[in-house]
């Protein structure tokens, strides 16, 4: 018996939610939906100075106005602390991390800005005058995975044998770490995302393998590019989501992930266009290059 399709969309609330966000939880949904699944909303605010006040509650309500409605309780990432704690020390215990004090210019100066496991074999202890990162011990590359939307991915070796940080010097806990304890403790099966994430998936699978967690597949979806060709996000000012006509922005939506609308969109209700949506979604007409928003509904 196969197991039943758990996705998620995962949003920070540093801002509300703009276009290239709303890309993404409309493809996360749909295709959780159209395998009869579950779709769950998670709340990532593990970095607070990054936070803007009532983001998360405005996301929610968003959601909400475009019928995206999640199927289980949100999680919100603050929440988990002792739990990402405990996993901390357990690495740090069996020798599977490490302290390291060493400086972003030390590391921005060493080849293709790389870390070159330095403190590895430094065996700093904690001292309380002194701000230290934990790294990974990267004893689990990967070199290569499957995207189920772009297809095969390599990983160069400097980039899969990098011991990445999972905690930092500023006392925060490091997304890599904390993405993949979450994904698994909600029984998450395939993770829809943007492609600015492509780049950290081969370090996520490795510490999949390295807890003896199920590997998850992934569809990492096109970029929503602003004029200027820079991804569309909260950093570069994007608009957020105009809810006066929540059906031509989920049409919008639906035509920058490539797939059909039906005839008569506008007279349909937006719960009916999400229906057929669902129905009608289809993973090989996603674009799988990055492109700007066009505001020609055809």
Request: proline fraction near 5%.
């Amino acid at each position: 018996m196969s197991k039943r399709y758990i996705g998620r969309f995962a949003p920070s609330p540093s801002g509300p939610l703009h276009f290239g966000s709303l890309v993404t939880a409309l493809g996360s949904y749909l295709q959780a939906k159209s395998k009869h699944g579950k779709w769950l909303v998670r709340i990532e605010d593990i970095d607070p100075p990054r936070e803007v006040k009532g983001a998360s509650s405005l996301i929610l309500k968003t959601l909400e106005a475009l019928n995206l409605y999640w199927d289980d309780h949100v999680l919100y990432q603050s929440a988990c602390s002792e739990r990402y704690r405990a996993t901390l020390n357990q690495l740090l215990q069996n020798q599977q991390a490490y302290y390291c004090n060493c400086t972003r210019q030390r590391i921005q100066l060493l080849p293709n800005g790389f870390y070159d496991g330095f403190c590895r074999q430094q065996h700093l202890t904690l001292k309380d005058d002194q701000p230290y990162a934990i790294r990974l011990k990267q004893n689990h590359p990967i070199f290569e995975f499957t995207d189920k939307i772009l297809g095969l991915q390599k990983i160069a070796a400097i980039n899969a044998n990098e011991d990445f940080i999972i905690h930092r010097k500023d006392g925060l806990f490091a997304y890599n770490l904390v993405v993949v304890l979450d994904d698994h403790q909600q029984g998450i099966t395939e993770i829809v995302r943007g492609a600015d994430l492509l780049p950290v998936t081969g370090k996520q699978i490795s510490l999949y393998q390295l807890f003896g967690f199920n590997v998850l597949s992934y569809c990492h979806l096109p970029l929503v590019l602003d004029n200027n060709g820079n991804k569309l996000s909260k950093q570069n000012h994007a608009k957020a989501i105009e809810l006066s006509n929540i059906q031509s922005i989920t049409a919008q939506a639906l035509q920058f992930l490539g797939q059909p609308l039906p005839r008569d969109w506008q007279d349909a209700t937006q719960q009916q266009l999400l229906d057929w949506a669902i129905s009608h979604w289809n993973l090989a007409l996603i674009p799988k290059q990055n492109k700007p928003l066009s505001t020609d509904i055809r």
